[in-house]
């Protein structure tokens, strides 16, 4: 995750959170996605579907995952016959939030923790179920969201497999014992954030020198990893759908105690939108996305394999049995 979804702004009001029960179908065909212009609300792009609840202008933020995302919807409004289309890359919180607020799209991609940080910068709550119900109380009237889904793209503490069995490390409070000897890896602001070094020292009791920690402002991408598999650094912060774990058999450490919040993809839309049929379509493929599955599509995207994210959006659209009506 990168920096555009640790925006944060002042907001408050009450909510509109649908409840409909997760639902899901079987089938295995291929839907076509809509694409979209690389800053269509800066460069003159039509806007939002107006007040038909039958049209979603689905939206984005600037970053591949959220793409991905973007288009999944996109493509399942699509097979319960919504007329959906995509604007892409839009921005930061700050460009796309408003954006849906003021119609110019109708719905896009978030994460729980983050946006309820954008929505109200005293909470709290860390825990997945503790930062839906916060976040539940911080959507203003023209925001509404839909079931968060499983999948979590969110702050972690990660080693190689060779470190990990080493010192049969599991939970962050596995490194403990070996504070002193790990150099870790990370944002230069990680060494004073309350859920940085202060956090895992606070909470697990991970009490790493000042002078082993090695800054590097890259937001966990490649230069992070080639430090940690090169050994330059023991452990690093990285995000948890980041294709290179996979790529080079990284071992992300359990965080049992909540230090990093929450980080839940969830679907928000402008509330002139909802509609039970909606919210059935958004949380069906809120329940079939997790952490494992994202973390794929991530690969397939910006791994070896190069996939379009409209193209790997509609496959998986496919192969989870979301491109027929749901029931």
Known sequence: MNTTRRTRHPRRGSVRLATTALVASAALALSACGGGDSNPLSSGGEGGSGGDTNAIVVGSANFTESEIIANIYADALRANGFDASTRLSIGSREAYIPAVQDGSIDLIPDYTGNLLLYLDPEATATASDE???????????????????????????????????????????????????????????????????????????????????????????????????????????????????????????????????????????????????????????????????????????????????????????AEQGLDKPVQ
């Open 131 to 317: 930062v839906s119900a916060a976040l539940t109380e911080a959507l203003p009237d023209d925001l509404s969201a839909s079931t968060p889904a499983p999948a979590e793209d969110k702050d972690a503490v990660v080693v190689t497999r060779e470190t990990a069995e080493r010192w049969n490390l599991t939970n962050i409070s596995d490194l403990a014992p070996y504070a002193g000897e790990v150099r870790f890896g990370g944002p230069p602001e990680f060494a004073e954030r309350p859920v940085g070094l202060p956090g895992l020292r606070d909470k697990y009791g991970v009490d790493i020198p000042a002078a082993n920690f090695v800054p590097i402002s890259d937001g966990g991408g490649p230069a992070t990893v080639a430090a940690l598999v090169s050994g330059e650094i023991t452990a690093a912060n990285l995000f948890t759908t980041t294709p290179a774990i996979v790529e080079n058999d990284l071992v992300p450490l359990a965080d049992p105690d909540n230090n990093f919040p929450a980080q839940n993809v969830v679907p928000v839309y402008n509330s002139s939108k909802a509609s039970d049929k909606l919210t059935a379509v958004l949380n069906a493929v809120s329940e079939k996305l997790t952490t494992v599955e994202l973390l794929a599509l991530n690969q397939e995207v910006s791994g070896a394999n190069k996939t379009e994210p409209a193209a790997a959006a509609s496959a998986w659209v």
